[in-house]
């Protein structure tokens, strides 16, 4: 009788991990705090080069978007809670 693929008694695959030798700190090892601290600011205005910032007109519209939809949802809770005011002291007096 032949053991289920990956099971306990046979893994599939041997761990690769017991190979590789531990590193030793790395690019972060030979720096002192200060560097790394360098490092993560470049790293930092690295990804937000990357970023893709909208236009004037397309912030405009979303900011315009965001604006009313708040405007609406104050309107609505404003109406729910004078529905409930008004329902509490029609029960309460």
Do not use: C, H
Not at 12 to 33: I, L, N, T, V
Not at 40 to 64: C, D, G, H, M, N
């Amino acid at each position: 009788m032949t053991d289920a693929v990956g099971s306990i008694d046979m893994p599939d695959a041997e761990d690769e991990s017991r190979d590789k030798k531990p590193r030793k700190g790395g690019k972060r090892g030979k720096k002192g705090p200060l560097g790394r601290l360098g490092l993560f600011y470049r790293q930092i205005v690295a990804e937000l080069r990357k970023v893709v910032w909208p236009t004037r007109s397309q912030l405009t519209t979303y900011t315009t978007v965001v604006i009313i939809f708040v405007v609406v949802m104050i309107g609505l809770v404003t109406v729910i809670d004078f529905g409930f005011q008004e329902a509490v002291k029609y029960v309460f007096g």
